[in-house]
């Protein structure tokens, strides 16, 4: 059975070859995005793939996606495209990730030109790849420019409001049925460290961060304030969590103790991956610390005009 599905993928990726050799438009116009920060990417500059793959969460798609994706063919998991389908769709680009399509990454070429991000969630990386390629670099320098205001302001203000309790030592943590991992790096711990926060101490030295079985370990989450990142509808994990938060060394830390252990919103601090993901991981950052947003320059014009009010642009 499986040499037939061999064969029947090499025949549909032989035709996909031929068509490859044809002479391929200037701009890519059919674009399949295989991890969840190019589908977020290539939303943000305005285009609309012809292929995504399944979300992790709110399946089939976020929810924040689903407007722009209306009707967009699904070719299988992040993990485990479909070959056969990603071929049927006859793409012009594909863009893929060399961490989770590398062993597949010779069969994606045969299809079609194929860009790859060294990660999933390097969103610059990803926004400044898709972009290049598709003749949108003017889109994606405005994207970066407006993150890169929002992120100093971001920083200017949090200093100002928390005077000496700044920076504050961060830990974002997201339980699982059976363990809980805490996370230094990646798509959060990334976006985190470009605000000014700081990590654990525990923590600095541990790569992507550490996977802990044992509420023993507790005492490596210690930090100023914890993020909590939880699967929604999700029995196992939901008591998984309740049981580590009742134990006694939950309650010694610091986060705890000053009520400082906040629920954060997955998609958006994990799951999503791209600037649209990052820009609404800061709103909530935005919100949870209390500060003033910049409004976006023509709202900011605007109101200037009119005298009505002091504005933060």
Not at 148 to 165: H, K, L, S
Not at 276 to 293: F, I, K, R, V
Request: aromatic share 8%.
């Amino acid at each position: 059975m499986l040499r037939c599905v061999l064969l029947a993928a090499c025949a549909t990726l032989a035709y996909a070859t031929a068509e490859a050799s044809e002479e391929q438009p200037t701009t890519p116009a059919r674009i399949v995005t295989l991890y969840q920060g190019a589908t977020d990417s290539a939303v943000a500059l305005g285009i609309t793939p012809i292929g995504v793959v399944d979300s992790w969460l709110e399946k089939p798609m976020y929810h924040y996606l689903r407007d722009a994706l209306t009707n967009v063919e699904h070719v299988g998991l992040e993990t485990q495209p479909n070959l056969e389908k990603i071929a049927w769709l006859a793409p012009d680009l594909v863009v893929a990730s060399d961490f989770r399509h590398a062993r597949v990454a010779p069969l994606l070429s045969a299809i079609a030109p194929t860009v790859t991000a060294p990660n999933v969630f390097g969103f610059r990386t990803t926004l400044t790849m898709i972009a290049n390629a598709t003749g949108r670099e003017a889109q994606a320098s405005e994207l970066l420019q407006r993150w890169d205001a929002r992120v100093a302001d971001f920083r200017q203000q949090i200093a100002t409001q928390m005077g000496n309790e700044w920076p504050q030592k961060v830990a974002v943590i997201r339980f699982k049925s059976d363990h809980v991992r805490i996370y230094t790096s990646g798509f959060a711990g990334s976006i985190l460290d470009e605000l000014g926060f700081e990590q654990p101490d525990t923590l600095q030295t541990q790569g992507w961060g550490m996977k802990l079985s044992s509420t023993e370990n507790i005492p490596a989450l210690d930090a100023d304030v914890i993020f909590v990142l939880l699967e929604p509808d999700d029995a196992a994990i939901a008591n998984n969590y309740r049981h580590w938060a009742s134990h006694p060394l939950w309650q010694q830390l610091s986060a705890v103790q000053n009520q400082r252990v906040y629920e954060a919103e997955p998609v958006s601090w994990m799951m999503g991956g791209g600037i649209l993901a990052a820009n609404a991981m800061l709103d909530e950052l935005y919100s949870h610390y209390g500060l003033t947003q910049p409004l976006p320059r023509q709202a900011c014009r605007a109101l200037a005009a009119t005298s009505v009010e002091q504005t933060t642009c």
